[in-house]
Each structure stands twice: as C-alpha cells, then as structure tokens.
C-alpha cells in the first residue's frame, strides 16, 4: 500500500489527534502516504474531497499534536445512508483518483454503521473512539440477544431481550474502553468533586447530568468523584426508593450529590428530559434536561415541608439544583491512558489495511494474565441478526442498583482502566500550563487556520 485515508467522525473526543498521530507516525514506519478528510463523511461525500497530505515525505506535520483535543480534520456528524447507492459508487472512484487504497474511519457505533455500506466497494477499518465508551461488546455473543418488535411508531425495530447473562467476566468484553472515555471521566470526577462542596457548604441536592447518551459508563467512572447515588441508563429509576436514599442521605449529612447518566428512564421507561423528541443530523435523539426533569419530579415528592422542616425559610426549588458537566467532558488535553491506546490503536488500523483486512475494527482488549493489548475484530461480529450496531450497555453485573453505585465488578473494571490512567506529564503539564504568563499576551491559535493553509481538492 502506498497511500492511505483517514477521517474522524461523529462527536469528536480528547483523544482524535492521538489516534491519528499513531496511524501516521506507523505510516512513516512503513513508508506509506497518509491523507487525512476533512470534516468526516461528510468530505468524503463532497465531489471536491478535500484532504490535507500529513506525512508529507513520511515526516508528520506540526499540527498534529497528540496532546490536542478533538481533531485537526474537522468532525461531523453526516453519515453515509446505505439506501444512498449512487452517492455511495460516486466516492469509490474519487477516493481511487486520489491514489487512496485504503480507509481508516474514526469512529463509534454511528460510524461503524456508515462505514457498512462503503466497505462493500472500498476497504474500509475503524479505530475506535468515543467518550461514551458504547463502541464494543460486554461478550462475543451479545448481538445474538436482540429480537424483533412492533414500535409504538409503527414498523419493527431490534430490542433487547429481557433476560440476558447475569454476569461475565472482565476479559471477556470486545473493546475494553474507548478512547476519550477516560478523559471524559477525569473532567466528571472532577466536577463531581468540585460540586460537593458548593452542595456541602450550602445544605443542597446537587444533580449532575452526565453524557453518554443510553450507556452509562460515564456516570459508573464518576465513582470517582464519590457521589451518593449514580443513576445509569441502562436501570429505569425506582422513585420510592430512591427518594428514601435521598431523604437518609439528607438527614445524615445534609446534603446530597447526585450523578445522572442523560438517557436515564423513569420507571415507565420514559426518558427523563425527553418529553419532546429532538433529533441531531444523525437520527439521534438530543438529549435535553434529565437532571431538570429529576429535580422536578423530586420537588413534587418531597414538597417545600421537607426541607422547611430541616432547614428554615428553604424551599425545594431552592436546595435542589442541576449542572451539567456538558462539553467540557469532550474536549481538551487528553490524559495518557487516552493518548497511548489512541495512538496504538490508530497504528494498529494501518496494519489492518496493509494486512487486507476490510470492514473490521481494531479493539483494546484486556487479559488478567497479560493486561491491555490490541486485537482486531469483523465489523459483522457486532451485528445483531438484522445488521444493526447497537451501543453497548453497561451490563447489570457492573452496577449495584440497591446501592446507586458501581457492583463489585463494576469497580474492578473501573480500576483496571483508571489506576495508572494519568502521567507525570499531565500533573506537570498543568502546573506549567494553567497559569502560564505567555497566555496573557498571546491570543489562542487555533488549528484550524493552519489546516486551512494544507487543505488540497480533488481536481
Ligand atoms: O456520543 C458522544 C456524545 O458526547 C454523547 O454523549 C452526547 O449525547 C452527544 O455526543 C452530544 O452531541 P452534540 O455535541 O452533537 O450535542
């Protein structure tokens, strides 16, 4: 193979520039040009195909920092719909005009699913990315568990069974973590942290609203901020009892903290925040006000009685209140867990193309006799029976639902990620950087004009 693509799509993370830094940095290895798409699918869909040479005579580019969050390509969220036939045999040949023989996509499940339809007529790999840590299997047959149903909006759709395995093993999971996931829990443990003391000091409910759209892997890794309850997507809240927890927690310490994964569902299986549907350009819906929506229900329950009761002249509007971690969790400097299985994986996505692998994805897998290590698996395997990639949840045996806290399982897996996830070199890059001098003088540069001056269209 001579020369290569590579686009980043879907929502970006901390941990994009490092993913393709190991890709291009394995391509000067072997000596194989790397052109990196702009802005997703949606460059590879434009006739023009703008593209930006980032190894030119194998010696990578100064823009591409690892230690950057997001992604010096652009991301977006345009995908390629698979009923799009024509559109989909118009990229083939663009693709071949520039010498590309091969694509590595960046990607979480939406990606996985809009890379099907073009591996049919282009080899295509992914490296894995995103902050919801969904991108994976919790055991090699999980697909096989989904069946068929009427939808309450007419037509069929997959849906899990009830009844699953009640447990599993922490080397049996298909793509241990993702990366931009532990980032994103380092920013939410953080804010967790932070936020209790504000709740602590003034005898609040503070509610927390995490990302990770129906997983909750990110509010299972906010343990780490230690807050009292954890409400996860995947288990549809019991309001009596955890109104219960809520009312003890209150009288023993006099506040309480509170995350909240933002697909979480009521007992009914309605989505909290959800009341009217919005969708992104993806087809996904937005998520917009679980915490709101938690803190409203709660007020109903527990009325202004209860606190005026404990604390004089509070009402319930007043001692419950909501922050979301928001996009913060997304962005910035990755931490080293991030960074060096980014950059592995991205390399190990040049070495799937040189090996002729296509429509596969390279995984971060995890032994308990030979700890992390790289592996590649058929994009197929992830398919349930009508094809479809459906995100990973987290299973039941990671999660104590009695306890609104991670399962002893849960915290084993969490400790196997996150126990050496930070360097030296992110405790010294940000007493160097935080309060840096140079910062006051200098305006921020972005990435994005300098890109600009790389950028070449197809002619
Ligand atoms: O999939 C990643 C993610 O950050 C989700 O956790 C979240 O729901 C969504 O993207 C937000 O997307 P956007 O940045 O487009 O609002």
Redesign the pocket.
Known sequence: MKRIGILTA??DTPALNATIYGAVERANALRIEVLGIIRGFAGVIDARLPHVRLNPLFSTIPELDPCRGGSLLGAS?TYIDPSQTELIAEITPRLKQLGIEGLICVG?DGTINGMQPLSELFPCVLAPK???NDLGLNYIDEPNEWHREDTPMGGLDSTRRAVGRETIELDEIVNFATPGYATAVFVVAQGVERIRSTAESHRRIAIIEV???DSGF?PLGSSYGQPDIILIPEVPIDMDRLEHRIAELYDLQKHVVIVIG?GVCDGSGRQLGAATKSF?PAG?V??SGAADDLKHLLALRFGDEFFDSRRKHESAESVIFTRKVG?TQ?GGRPIQFDRFYAAQLGGKAVDMLVDGQNNHLATLQWSRTDGFYLDSLAANKLRDLWKRIHPRRVHPSLYDAQRFQPSRLGKEYLMTIFTNAIGNDDVEELRLQTFAPGKLSTRYQSVNIDIQRRIEILK
């Open positions: 879907g929502g969220r979480g995103t902050i919801d990302m990770g759209r990110i933002e992104d996904n937005i998520f996009h997304r």
